[in-house]
């Protein structure tokens, strides 16, 4: 049987005809929250940009139909732009929804934010990211630090545990960010005394501007073994530029996220493998998180969404296929 909350909430027979229309998703909001039959969930995004946040999208969607929510999924134009992410909160919260989720650019930066919704009683989920704050009910979210060991190993594997390796990351600032760099960085200073990481830089996952990064330090480290590529835009960019520079044979790269151009570099050899996340998973369980949060149920702190490893051998397997997105 289809599941409403607002039957659980506020109790009405009329809600299910209602329920019927569907729930609206647009890039730049809907008409306003709190005021239909449905209850409204804005949803904010790091941004658009990427294929990761479109199956975060369609999760989000399919969860929201199930439930008989409505939901609205907004982001900045790129994930550098935490002013803009934060306006589009503020226009979010203007709006009086039932319950925000927000995957932050920076994590301090919504702070004053998440105290207008809890003074508000709208409840708070995180996703993707979590923020320095107890205020979220719960987050959704890969644990980007195992994810990025087990892209550590895979390298560290690939290179025979000896060489000089660099990291292209997306941004310093969230927490999916530290957490992708932090991993990889531990597992290989535990584990990997004969592997050198010799230079750390952010792209802010722009394709272009990872690309000329990585361009940069392969110059200057012409005996580099390894790249690692934090996210979609930062992978495709190391890609790029070991395409570029003509060192496809002698420079393994390990990423994280998927795309059209990562896979097809797996396939062609050019990228030895990555990291997947379960982006469509997560938009389901943000979604099924707030619809939870409103009918006053106990959420735990977070919520693992999982990862997945695939390189050539794997990447059509039935375990993996299901979590690329192109």
């Keep these: 049987m289809k599941r409403s909350l607002w039957s659980t909430v506020a109790a009405g027979a009329a809600i299910l005809t209602l329920a019927l229309s569907g729930c609206e998703s647009t890039e730049s909001g809907g008409s306003g929250g709190g005021e239909g039959d449905q209850p409204y969930i804005a949803i904010v995004s790091k941004g658009f940009q990427h294929q990761f946040w479109q199956a975060v999208k369609q999760g989000a969607e399919e969860a929201a139909a199930e439930h008989d929510v409505r939901v609205t999924f907004e982001g900045p134009e790129t994930e550098t732009d935490v002013d803009q992410q934060i306006q589009i909160l503020t226009t979010a919260l203007d709006k009086n929804p039932d319950a925000i989720a ?17 003074s508000s009683d709208i409840p708070v989920i995180a996703f993707d990211s979590g923020v320095d704050s107890d205020i979220p009910v719960t987050t959704a979210a890969t644990d980007n630090t195992a994810a990025a060991a087990e892209a550590a190993k895979h390298m560290a594997e690939a290179i025979d545990g000896s060489g000089k390796i660099a990291i ?32 750390t830089q952010y792209g802010g996952g722009d394709q272009l501007k990872s690309t000329d990064i990585a361009n940069a330090m392969i110059e200057a480290n012409p005996d580099l073994a390894g790249l690692y590529g934090t996210n979609e835009g930062s992978a495709v960019g190391v890609v790029n530029a070991v395409k570029e520079k003509d060192v496809v044979d002698s420079v393994t790269i390990v990423g994280f996220d998927s795309s059209k151009a990562q ?64």
């Design 263 to 326: 896979l097809d570099a797996i396939r062609e050899g050019t990228e030895f493998g990555a990291v997947t996340q379960n982006p469509v998973g997560i938009g389901r369980e943000t979604v099924e998180a707030a619809v939870k949060a409103l009918a006053g149920e106990d959420l735990p702190e977070t919520i693992d969404t999982g990862f997945y490893w695939y390189d050539k051998d794997t990447i059509d397997s039935e375990e993996i296929k299901p979590n690329l997105y192109e």
């Design 168 to 199: 292209v990351a997306h941004d310093q600032t969230s927490s999916s960010g530290r957490d992708r760099r932090d991993g990889f960085v531990g597992y290989m200073e535990a584990n990997e005394p004969d592997i050198e990481i010799v230079d």
């Design 102 to 118: 927000l995957a932050a650019l920076d994590s301090q930066a919504a702070a004053p934010l998440l105290e207008r919704a809890q």
